[in-house]
């Protein structure tokens, strides 16, 4: 079965700042990669998906940019943070349904 | 792109009593799954549901897909404080088997 990597748990960033949040997948080969982002502990809103390496498709206009350099490695990017950039982030892999990693709890101040 | 209604948004109940949140979609479904996001957690993946009329149960878990695989629901039989959680349904986007919409979800409380 698949294991999704996601790190930092939480980091508190200031305005302005940059942002990588990494997830890496174990347990399987070329997976279907997607960030989300879920506000208020609610919906979750797809940022970004990729079908394989350097395949990135943005799904929201925004301040964030993905990339997928290796196979099973997923990059969530930010060159200058927004206080609307907190949220709770989160990776998943697709297999029979998806399987998410345990999520970065950001908050911008 | 896809777009799916699922209330209740909220449900309160006692401990023991049932509890059901459905999902409803404008447009005929491939499939639908359903999730389970415990407080403080990530989305666990329960089930996926992809024939017409479609019902499967995991234990005190009963999911049904409608006839005309434009809704469904999941329901609950005597709820446990370990059912406690926020349950979402999400359905393929964009015309795209491997992109998901989600559901806002329903929280589910339990009073002990």
């Known amino acids: 079965s698949q294991t999704i990597h996601q790190w930092p748990a939480t980091l508190v960033q200031p305005v302005g700042s940059p942002l990588s949040l990494e997830c890496t997948v174990e347990?399987?080969?070329?997976?279907?990669l997607y960030w989300y982002r879920q506000a208020a502990g609610r919906g979750l809103q797809l940022l970004f998906y990729?079908?394989?390496?350097?395949?990135i498709s943005s799904e929201v206009p925004q301040n964030l940019s993905a990339s997928r350099p290796q196979d099973r490695q997923f990059i969530l990017s930010s060159k200058k943070l927004l206080l609307s950039d907190s949220g709770f982030y989160l990776c998943?892999?697709?297999?029979?349904?998806?399987?998410f990693g345990s999520g970065t709890r950001l908050t911008v101040v | 792109g896809q777009q799916v209604m699922q209330i209740p948004q909220y449900q309160h109940v006692q401990e023991g009593e049932d509890f059901t949140t459905y999902c409803n979609s404008s447009?005929?479904?491939?499939?639908i799954q359903w999730y389970k996001q415990r407080p403080g957690g990530h989305p666990v993946f329960l089930i996926q549901?992809?024939?017409?009329?479609e019902v499967k149960k995991q234990k005190r878990l009963t999911f049904q897909f409608g006839e005309a695989k434009k809704n469904s629901s999941l329901h609950i039989t005597a709820t446990q404080t370990t059912d406690v959680g926020t349950y979402f349904c999400?359905?393929?986007?964009?015309?795209?088997?491997?992109?998901?919409?989600f559901g806002k979800g329903t929280l589910l409380t339990v009073n002990p």
């Open positions: 998943a892999s697709e297999s029979i349904g998806y399987t």
């Open positions: 347990g399987t080969s070329n997976p279907n």
């Open positions: 990729s079908i394989g390496i350097d395949q």
């Open positions: 447009t005929t479904l491939s499939n």
């Open positions: 549901l992809v024939k017409s009329g």
């Open positions: 999400a359905v393929p986007s964009g015309g795209s088997n491997y992109k998901l919409t």
